[in-house]
Nanobody
């Protein structure tokens, strides 16, 4: 089955840390770029970070220095390590496979101040 399944979201206090995971199945994970996007209530979906099949990562200015994107091609899994979390990071976080134009169902991150 072709799918992306996110996990790791939840309620976290401002200043805390969180790691999101995205497990891919049914795709050739190692050959495609992957990314995380997020959508806050009342706002458009926005890019958080992307990583190419050659492990080159790029970050949105709003999260640069606070998040680290990584991938494990052996496990077909994408990770987003978030630290120094802020209330404005509250959103549904979506995993995306660029090569397949595939989206996960999203995982909610809520940051309390």
């Amino acid at each position: 089955q072709v799918q992306l399944v996110e996990s790791g979201g939840g309620l976290v206090q401002a200043g805390g840390s969180l790691r999101l995971s995205c497990a891919a199945s049914g795709i050739i994970f190692s050959l495609v770029g992957m990314g995380w996007y997020r959508q806050a209530p009342g706002k458009q979906r926005e890019l958080v970070a992307t990583i190419s099949e050659r492990y080159i990562a790029d970050y949105a200015d709003s999260v640069k220095g606070r998040v680290t994107l990584s991938r494990d091609n052996d496990k077909n899994t994408l990770y987003l390590q978030m630290s120094s979390i802020r209330p404005e990071d509250t959103a549904v976080y979506y995993c995306h496979s660029e090569g397949y134009s595939l989206w996960g169902q999203g995982t909610q991150v809520t940051v309390s101040s």
